[in-house]
């Protein structure tokens, strides 16, 4: 399988369930050998900085990348360096599947929370989702609806739901492997929250702002 090869069929009228679709999509990324990956972190940053969106955000929210996730590593240390403000995503500690937005700067420390993902020390430097100018969300599999598949937890799209309601603030970007594109619309939910772009080694896709409604049909193009 190359590279650019969507890894997965799926429709939303099939049987397959989204359970059984983020274990496929799962699965393929995990096949991703360190090489591989590494090569696909790097060509990822060189693919964000070329985006406006990238280019105009003074702030900045990523997640910090594990197991076979594109490493976000690269896009870190370039933000840093053009003068971003970077925040992580952080566990709220008492309302469960929600987060709040810390802080990140250089040097400073981590810890790995029960999901196993490494978050900074929840600090009173945060910011409210909606104050964000742009943020790099994780995803298992999207669609060229500008639909996301993410772990099953809520977290990004109970954050980001005022989304839903039109506000289109922050701009919503998901970084991939070129495999995780799934070749047919992805199963939703009424609570899912579409992503306005997404970013992959090898291209990045823009969508239509009207798509908040999970609506049908591909409305897409490709960002050069």
Not at 87 to 100: A, L, N, S, T
Not at 104 to 120: F, K, T
């Amino acid at each position: 399988m190359t590279s650019s090869s969507p890894v997965f069929k799926s429709d939303q009228h099939s049987h397959n369930t989204r359970r059984q679709i983020r274990q496929q999509a799962l699965q393929e990324r995990q096949r991703l050998s360190f090489y591989q990956q590494k090569k696909a972190a790097a060509a990822l940053c060189r693919q964000l900085a070329k985006l406006a969106v990238y280019q105009q955000a003074r702030s900045i929210a990523l997640y910090l990348s594990s197991r076979s996730e594109i490493g976000t590593r690269p896009v870190l240390e370039m933000a840093w360096r053009d003068g971003k403000t970077c925040y992580v995503p952080v566990i709220h500690p008492w309302r469960p599947h929600h987060m709040v937005f810390v802080r990140y700067q250089r040097g400073q420390r981590v810890v790995r929370n029960r999901w196993g993902i490494d978050e900074p020390a929840l600090s009173a430097d945060r910011v409210k989702p909606w104050q964000l100018d742009l943020v790099l969300v994780p995803l298992v599999a999207f669609d060229l609806n500008g639909r996301r598949l993410g772990m099953g937890k809520g977290f990004y799209d109970r954050a980001f739901e005022f989304r839903q309601r039109g506000v289109r603030k922050p701009v919503l970007l998901g970084l991939a492997h070129d495999q995780q594109l799934a070749t047919c619309s992805l199963p939703v939910t009424h609570w899912d929250v579409n992503l306005d772009r997404v970013a992959t080694p090898s291209r990045a896709y823009c969508f239509n702002s009207v798509l908040r409604a999970n609506r049908s049909g591909q409305h897409h193009s490709q960002e050069r």
